[in-house]
T-cell receptor, first 114, second 113 residues
Framework: AQKVTQAQTEISVVEKEDVTLDCVYE???????LFWYKQPPSGELVFLIRRNSFDEQNEISGRYSWNFQKSTSSFNFTITASQVVDSAVYFCALPHRLGYALNFGKGTSLLVTP | AAGVIQSPRHLIKEKRETATLKCYPIPRHDTVYWYQQGPGQDPQFLISFYEKMQSDKGSIPDRFSAQQFSDYHSELNMSSLELGDSALYFC????????????FGSGTRLTVV
């Protein structure tokens, strides 16, 4: 069965620190997509990234970077030089069957303090 | 760019009442998904529709039903509401099976009192 584990429930950092959010997944599919979403206190789900399982290159977008390692079934998310506006719950997700609805991890609540 | 529109944004209902939530997908998106997110929980998949037919089913209670209409908008009907139904309900849309990603609406916050 498809499963996403985010072992870190809450993380608290001081502004400008780097922080890594872990995501470990289980899937029987050979081809799959992985996603990260951000949910700020206002409640909406903001799309951050979609990664195809064939592409193991790390991705960087501004202060955000993602490390995808198929060998360890991990898709970790790093925020460099964190800011207060990064405070949110971050979800890692995987379609529960290829091309179907997303299965979310339990989420990691990130608090960035000044 | 057009986004997924959900209405209403907030809804307060009493126990045993009925509620209807609406979702308008992004134009040309033919698949709609419904999720329920309880307080402090992750979003849980309820049901999805592709080209007006139910395509997948998750943990949707029997008291809930949904459909997708000819204009691709979808409605989630919830009857005999219980206190535990209080949650944030998200709708998402995609082209086909979601290989190109899923776009979420802002959600409807349902409070059952």
């Amino acid at each position: 069965a498809q499963k996403v584990t985010q072992a870190q429930t809450e993380i608290s950092v001081v502004e400008k620190e780097d922080v890594t959010l872990d995501c470990v997944y289980e899937t029987r599919d050979t081809t799959y997509y992985l996603f990260w979403y951000k949910q700020p206190p206002s409640g909406e789900l903001v799309f951050l990234i979609r990664r195809n399982s064939f592409d193991e290159q790390n991705e960087i977008s501004g202060r955000y970077s993602w490390n995808f390692q198929k060998s360890t079934s991990s898709f970790n998310f790093t925020i460099t030089a964190s800011q207060v506006v990064d405070s949110a719950v971050y979800f890692c997700a995987l379609p529960h069957r290829l091309g179907y609805a997303l299965n979310f991890g339990k989420g990691t609540s990130l608090l960035v303090t000044p | 760019a057009a986004g997924v529109i959900q209405s209403p944004r907030h809804l307060i209902k009493e126990k045993r009442e009925t509620a209807t939530l609406k979702c308008y997908p992004i134009p040309r998106h033919d698949t709609v998904y419904w999720y329920q997110q309880g307080p402090g929980q992750d979003p849980q998949f309820l049901i999805s529709f592709y080209e007006k037919m139910q395509s997948d089913k998750g943990s949707i209670p029997d008291r809930f039903s949904a459909q997708q209409f000819s204009d691709y908008h979808s409605e989630l009907n919830m009857s005999s509401l219980e206190l535990g139904d209080s949650a944030l309900y998200f709708c998402a849309s995609s082209i086909g099976t979601g290989d190109y990603g899923y776009t979420f609406g802002s959600g409807t916050r349902l409070t059952v009192v």
